[in-house]
């Protein structure tokens, strides 16, 4: 089956699953032409310029394009309340949730996990607040647009957001980290996350954005994919007649009006059609899914980003596989991270350097360090290679803990990490495009276990 769809996929002209394939057959550089523009490209998303209390400010971010941060550039996040399979975890509106008490016991919110089971390591456990300190507000500030003040229970004020109380994470360290959390959807079963904030991307009405593995892809309101044609100019759509049957251009309202990167092109007296950065604006009437990147397969067709993510590591390359494409090493195996969230009322993540190793090494290797190591590899850096991005760095990890190494030990390992979080590859995958790591642990990979990182996923649908 995975040889069938990439016949299919070789006798395409151009596109980005064409490029692929390139790649996995060693004649292009890691990233290809898709990836390439995303570490050339200078482009930043433009945002609406909304109110924001004294001391907060809006910044730039590499994969979630402009977020709130405070003063000194933290990225300010929070923790909507989620149903999860048994009662729900997060913040509801105007109630503060997190603070600073170390919870000792599960709460039995992923049946059939029982409540009250001890949790691990208490003695070196971090309190929720340690971890998310929340943003106080002074007694004299003033509430402005969409931010508001809440009462916590130890009698301090905490800025929100539309209600939601917000915090800054102690994972992010420079002004443009989003260490903390992401935007991009879960699965159901998948901890109840913290969620960075930001003002509205600036696109008109029927518009949106939404953050993917290759950058912040532009659509339309109901989720799907937008689209540009090379044969177009900043003038005038060359798309029409029977092109227009299969590429459904993006008419604007009589009374649109053109700013900032959106301008118009006239289609024919009265009618206007969006164009973004100076390329005419088009849906696909063959996508199926929301979020597709199936459209850029046709030559001469792509989609749309507002910016691109950093470009992959290189020597990283894009791989075909049964359901879609996804990222690899060198020699075109799978790259795979970890996802981890307690079953903690507080929902603390477990899946960085910084945290308990307790899960990772009993779901990899049943507790023990070689046996992980030998399932799940770290992907190593070569040697005297540095990070690369704020998105892809390099760190040291000690291989006996799963720990950041210490300073000068000789064992230490330097591997590649995604969102300073260490990747992987599997032992059990040995061909170019094999993905039989992929949801392995718990609920499919997303309470505790490894994912692959996906570029373009034809099964679950759309950009990742």
Same mark, same amino acid.
């Given at each position: 089956m995975r040889r069938a769809m990439t016949a299919r996929k070789l006798q395409m002209a151009g596109g980005v699953l064409t490029v692929a394939m390139l790649l996995a057959s060693g004649s292009s550089s890691a990233s290809g032409d898709m990836a390439a523009k995303a570490g050339s490209a200078g482009a930043r998303e433009i945002y609406v310029h909304v109110p924001t209390p004294e001391g907060i400010r809006v910044q730039s971010t590499e994969l979630e394009g402009p977020v709130f941060a405070t003063a000194d550039g933290h990225t300010l996040y929070v923790w909507p309340f989620k149903r999860m399979r048994v009662g729900y975890s997060g913040e509801q509106k105007g109630k503060p949730a997190c603070y600073d008490e170390v919870l000792k016991t599960t709460a039995g919110l992923m049946s059939p996990y029982p409540a009250g089971a001890e949790l691990p390591e208490l003695d070196t456990r971090p309190s929720c607040a340690k971890l998310w300190p929340p943003v106080l507000a002074k007694a004299d500030d003033k509430l402005v647009g969409k931010w508001t003040v809440v009462d916590r229970k130890d009698g301090t004020k905490q800025w929100a957001y539309d209600e939601q109380p917000v915090y800054t994470s102690i994972l992010d360290k420079q002004p443009g980290d989003v260490y903390g959390g992401f935007s991009r959807r879960s699965g159901g079963d998948s901890p109840a996350g913290r969620q960075p904030i930001g003002p509205p991307s600036k696109v008109p009405p029927g518009f949106d954005v939404k953050t993917t593995t290759l950058g912040r892809l532009l659509t339309t309101k109901k989720n799907y994919s937008v689209y540009s044609y090379d044969k177009d100019t900043p003038e005038k759509s060359n798309c029409v007649g029977e092109c227009a049957q299969v590429w459904t251009p993006l008419i604007a309202p009589e009374t649109a009006q053109p700013q900032g990167d959106w301008s118009l092109v006239v289609r024919s007296a009265g009618v206007k059609q969006w164009a973004y950065r100076k390329k005419p604006l088009y849906?696909?009437?063959?996508?199926?899914?929301?979020?597709?990147?199936?459209?850029?397969?046709?030559?001469?067709?792509?989609?749309?980003?507002?910016?691109?993510?950093?470009?992959?590591? #290189? $020597?990283? &390359?894009?791989?075909?596989?049964?359901? /879609?494409?996804?990222?690899? @090493?060198? #020699? $075109?195996? &799978?790259?795979?991270?970890?996802?981890? /969230?307690?079953?903690?009322? @507080?929902?603390?993540?477990?899946?960085?350097?910084?945290?308990?190793?307790?899960?990772?090494?009993?779901m990899c290797g049943a507790g023990d360090p070689v046996r992980c190591q030998k399932n799940w590899p770290y992907v190593l850096a070569d040697k005297g290679t540095t990070s690369i991005s704020r998105t892809w760095t390099v760190m040291s990890i000690d291989p006996?803990?799963?720990?950041?190494?210490?300073?000068?030990?000789?064992?230490?390992?330097?591997?590649?990490?995604?969102?300073?979080?260490?990747?992987?590859?599997?032992?059990?995958?040995?061909?170019?495009?094999?993905?039989?790591g992929d949801a392995t642990g718990e609920w499919r990979g997303g309470r505790n276990g490894l994912k692959a990182i996906w570029v373009r996923d034809d099964f679950f649908g759309g950009g990742q």
């Open positions: 849906t696909y009437t063959l996508d199926q899914r929301p979020s597709s990147l199936e459209g850029s397969d046709v030559p001469g067709w792509h989609n749309v980003y507002t910016q691109f993510a950093p470009s992959f590591p #290189k $020597g990283f &390359t894009l791989q075909d596989s049964i359901a /879609g494409q996804v990222l690899a @090493d060198a #020699k $075109g195996k &799978t790259i795979y991270q970890y996802n981890c /969230g307690d079953d903690s009322q @507080d929902q603390l993540s477990c899946e960085t350097p910084d945290d308990t190793q307790v899960y990772r090494l009993a006996k803990t799963g720990h950041r190494a210490t300073a000068g030990q000789t064992d230490a390992l330097s591997v590649w990490a995604y969102r300073d979080r260490p990747v992987y590859t599997y032992a059990e995958d040995k061909a170019p495009g094999d993905v039989y």
